[in-house]
């Protein structure tokens, strides 16, 4: 069982930046692929992020694209959501999430069908 804690959310202004943390329990979190997903009340969970077991690959919603940049440090068991330019449509709880047996070590996924293991989110709210 893995498990998986996020942290560094809150309440911003717009263009302001934010790092999201996920903090995974276990010693094989360097042979995980990780994304981060997030959602609005009434909405689906959507894609957000992803990133390779070894940091090599790495692909973004269109939404964020230039502006979010996924990370890890599996030294430390960790990956990262950078947010800039931090817009009120960003608003949202952001998830980070586990595929703990990917298909290589550069495949990312998409699809939150495609993970195993969830964090309980991060509330990031941005104001105009």
């Known amino acids: 069982q893995v498990q998986l804690v996020e942290s560094g959310g809150g309440l911003v202004q717009a263009g302001d930046s934010l790092r999201l943390s996920c903090a995974a329990s276990?010693?094989?979190?360097?042979?995980?692929?990780m994304g981060w997903f997030r959602q609005t009340p009434g909405k689906e969970r959507e894609f957000a992020a992803a990133i390779s077991k070894a940091g090599s690959n790495t692909q973004y919603a269109d939404s964020v694209k230039g502006r979010f940049t996924i990370s890890r440090d599996n030294a430390k068991n960790t990956v990262y959501l950078q947010m800039n330019s931090l817009k009120p449509g960003d608003t949202a709880v952001y998830y980070c999430?586990?595929?703990?047996?990917?298909?290589?070590?550069?495949?990312?996924?998409?699809?939150?069908?495609?993970?195993?293991?969830w964090g309980q989110g991060t509330q990031v709210t941005v104001s105009s």
């Open positions: 999430a586990a595929n703990q047996n990917p298909l290589s070590a550069t495949f990312t996924y998409r699809s939150s069908a495609y993970y195993d293991y």
């Open positions: 276990g010693r094989t979190f360097s042979t995980y692929a």
